[in-house]
């Protein structure tokens, strides 16, 4: 029998089909890919049938294929364009489905009104709410800053049945505009048993690294800027980008950054890694460079404390609840700060506290949890 993660009663488990809507999925690099692949594998081994609609985001990719037992379609080439029309597909692929689960942001339009029209319940999990964010963070000009705010203002006032937060930070925005009744946390996981542990090293050059998407939000440009001031003073260390060429627009600009800033030669940028690649990257470094405008959750901190790694973070978001093990908070969200945090780090200055653990098998069952508890109302 599951337990209602709300209600604290029992749910029948029944066989459950459960579409998936979102802006991209693997081989797309993200903490919002991993949470969807993982979930979707984890519901096709226990039975249950999964569908993913979603971007092809490279001309390469197949329109339609079958990973690890999850089917996935692509629609369309831009999650843009996927925003406007995918209603169409969306529509037409989720006949006989019992629950839609979509996520924030350019995916929540189709899949709301796909699911009215089919008269089926959908739910939403929102990944980092951030509002007036959205008209500071960098690489940005005032009109795509005020179309994103504008259309995250929207989504988030759409009827979802419910709305998932990543974390207790994330929840508690939520709550500020939906109905408390129907926001739910439940916290990413990850699996702890596959992830090697970091022995330290004593490298020639400290070795400081970055690894994941190259989002407005993560602060690649204070990396970029931190790094330049640290060799301007002659303290001498390696930086790691471990990060996509996709979106190009966002990649154009870390490129253009780094060689403005005089470091591109200096700095080692790796693209598109197999996990067991970036692992041995990430174990051999020295930090793991995470300062962050805002964080919803945060893939990275998780599974960088979970391998032992120190970590320099912007504390922002729901960092503060997620980041454990050896670590340093920067003192201020700024180049010069994250810069005084490199030096901290390099000097052997961390905070050390208990690892805090997010399991990969908590999170299925409360989302399996939640959608027996909806199907009971279908």
């Not at 999990?125 to 800053?145: A, D, Q, V």
């Not at 154009?252 to 996990?275: A, F, S």
């Not at 978001?317 to 180049?335: N, R």
Request: charge should be positive.
């Amino acid at each position: 029998m599951w337990k209602s993660a709300s209600c604290g009663l029992p749910c029948s488990p029944r066989f459950l089909n459960i579409l998936f809507v979102i802006e991209h999925y693997p081989p797309y690099i993200g903490g919002v890919e991993k949470l969807f692949s993982s979930l979707a594998g984890k519901l096709v081994e226990r039975g249950h049938n999964v569908r993913v609609i979603t971007t092809r985001f490279h001309p390469s990719l197949p329109r339609h294929e079958v990973m690890e037992g999850v089917e996935v379609f692509r629609v369309t080439s831009n999650r843009f364009i996927f925003s406007l029309v995918g209603v169409f597909q969306v529509y037409k692929l989720s006949k006989g489905f019992d629950l839609f689960h979509t996520s924030s942001y350019n995916a929540a339009f189709p899949s709301f009104i796909a699911s009215l029209l089919r008269r089926k319940k959908a739910i939403i999990t929102f990944h980092e709410l951030w509002g007036k964010l959205w008209f500071t963070l960098p690489f940005l000009y005032f009109p795509s800053r005020f179309i994103f705010w504008t259309y995250e203002q929207s989504i988030i006032r759409l009827p979802f049945h419910k709305f998932i937060g990543v974390s207790e930070f994330t929840s508690g925005r939520l709550r500020k505009i939906v109905p408390a009744g129907r926001v739910f946390t439940i916290y990413n996981g990850i699996s702890y048993d596959v992830m090697p542990t970091f022995t330290g090293l004593g490298n020639k050059e400290f070795t400081f690294i970055y690894f994941g998407r190259i989002g407005v939000s993560k602060g690649i440009d204070l990396i970029i800027k931190a790094s330049a001031m640290l060799a301007q003073q002659g303290v001498k260390h390696h930086l790691k980008l471990i990060i996509p060429q996709i979106p190009v627009y966002f990649y154009v600009k870390v490129i253009r950054l780094l060689k403005r800033k005089g470091i591109y030669d200096d700095v080692t940028i790796v693209h598109h890694l197999p996990e067991q690649e970036l692992q041995r990257e990430l174990l051999s470094s020295d930090c793991v460079l995470i300062p962050s405008y805002s964080e919803g959750f945060c893939f990275a901190a998780v599974e960088a404390a979970a391998m032992g790694l120190p970590i320099i973070s912007s504390g922002r978001g729901a960092l503060s609840e997620v980041v454990s093990g050896t670590f340093i908070e920067m003192e201020e969200q700024s180049a010069r700060g994250l810069a005084g945090a490199m030096q901290k780090a390099m000097r052997g200055e961390w905070r050390r506290t208990n690892l805090k653990q997010f399991d990969l098998s908590k999170q299925v069952d409360e989302y399996l949890n939640l959608y027996s508890e909806i199907a009971e109302e279908l």
